[in-house]
């Protein structure tokens, strides 16, 4: 029995450099594939739909009442009606109705949300809608109005212009943003996509190294590769899935909140897209190697909940600290949060979606980024190397550190 | 050939490696044995640079190794170890791709090895779906499938049946004697070592006790030993010369007497005549299992 070929340079070679990024390649296509990827996958899209439908179609446009008319004094008294309500931003569809008995079938089968009676009261199934009950009483005080200055002889287009309202001018001394509601709710959901995917994909990484570390293939892999090659080949494959997914995420949901209107004001939205994506590479890179580290301290995919839990409160506490930047993006708390190396990645994208941040904050929160993962990462390293091939009890960090050779 | 010069290892207070040196010549296959725990596995990661040497020297062809030379190892570790829910023909292209080979290479070589070691027909089954015996050879597969320069394989026999010891030993007498790879690998199977192998290296402690062809091993014995059949002689008749000790009594009156240095074989056979009948008189050779005994006591 034997192999052909003689082995000594006779196929064609990869360079050494090509290694790491075989690593990638090959983490990035394998979780692609894997179901949990795909089903998790569609559960975030199909959240997101749901929440933009809710905000295209649910509830929160202009809300809309039917009165019915019953009585002349009612009829007369409609279109006042109509006018109050557009006055407080409510829309009152009116539409006469014949008897009492026409009046309690239509509150019944839900036609009209109350009746007017005879311009006097109001007749309703339980109770009567806060601005719809608003309205009739600002027709009725109007209609009380007109009628006295008619009786005095003031002259009509007078009357109409008093009972016109006309808005009062407003002056703020700090002047809001219009869109700062929707801003703060964009800056909410990217905060939430955020945390759910350096949580989610740092996870990935830890049970990738264990996964290799618990079959013991990565014996055969350090045989071809050094440790670092294959650490920065897993973070860099496990990073691009999720930055792609991140994309994905955040162009579907822009473009579905476009075309059903749900975003009044889609650039904003994809400026804070932009901030979580590039903010999601740098906390990428610093939690992944933390999370390199400790999935390489253990040896079963049993222990993994253990290792990870230190880190998983670091990003839930940072994570809380952020979702209280997008309300309040300008406390010392939060410039502090958007600054140190464990929360920046939440919290700094939320602020310069809001316009808290200034530009010294900015470059402080990315110098600290860049700076903390740099040193980062080889220390991770070299813990990672000596940890990955000591199988059985859970590996001190401080005897990794002592077994690494270089 | 692959040197192995000097190599000391600890781990915290324990001596691993202490001063490993030996060789292993282009096409020819070293058994490298020894009891549990005396380095052999170290010496394996070390030589394929999963582990580095707190002191000494790998060299191939007698240059130091670098990443790219290290990367035509083939390996095949004693924990075995497999993404278990890779495709065997994926997981062995992407082994070899590791190992440097271009795709189409990698593609190519992956199919011809699952072809001779028989697990073809599983090339798009999942790893963790093959019975054991087919894992072993998906797992002695991804040590060849690279076309290695240098074989290096911890205890490969352990837990085949006789028939893959067989196609196991078949593979390595081609790729040592086809190909004229150096082929180095530890076992238990003292026997098999000695049917397969063209030198053994005996490791103990850490240390190199014994190393060459088992023929030199064998001479390199301080006693000699000798199986006699006498019939009708009295119990102790070798008692009369000086240096022959008894190691052991056989049926038929047949004895092993080990042999101190300057006695003269003949002048036992003259004895031996002279006390009764001689129906046997041989040289002993010893069973590399007796050797590693002796070597590993002293």
Redesign the interface.
Known sequence: MSLSGDGVGSDARETDRGTWWLVAQRDFWYRLRDKGFVISSGITLAVLTGLILLRAYGGSGTPTFDLGLLGTGSTRLGPLVVQAGNGQGTDVRTRPVADRDAAEAALADGSVDAVLVDGKSLLAEREVPNELETAVQTAVVADGIRTTLEANDVPPDEISQILTPTPVPVETLEPQDPNRETNSTVAFIAVVILYGQLFGYGVWVATGVIEEKASRVVEILLATIRARQLLAGKILGIGTLGMLQLIVIAAYSIVLASLTGALDFPAHALGTAALAIGWFMLGFAFYASLFAVAGSLVSRMEELQNVIVPLNLVILVSFFLAIGATSDPNSTLSVIVSIVPFSSALAMPVRISLGAATSFEIVAALVVSIGSTALLIPLAGRIYSGAVLRTGARVKLRDAWRSASN | MLELLDLSRR??DIIALDGVTFSIPDGEIVGFVGPNGAGKTTTM?IA?????PDAGDVRWNGRPID??A????G?M?E??????K?KVQEQLV??A??????R??ASR?AA??IE?LGVAERANDRVENLSLGNQQRVQLA?A?V????VLILDEPFSGLDPVGVD?LT??LR??AG??G?PVVFSSHQLELVERLCDRVVLIDHGRIIAAGTIEELRASREQRRLRVHVTGAPEDWYDAIPGVRLVEATSNDGLVLELADGVDEQRVLDLARGAGDVTHFSRERASLAELFREAVRT
């Open positions: 781990f915290g990661r394929l640079g999963v582990l580095e990443a790219e290290r990367r035509r190892f390996y570790p924990e075995r170890g497999l993404y278990p890779m992407y082994l791709r590791l190992h440097g080979l271009s189409p290479d070589r011809e090895t001779v991804a060849l690279h076309r290695p320069d196609a078949g593979v081609g790729e086809g190909r790879v």
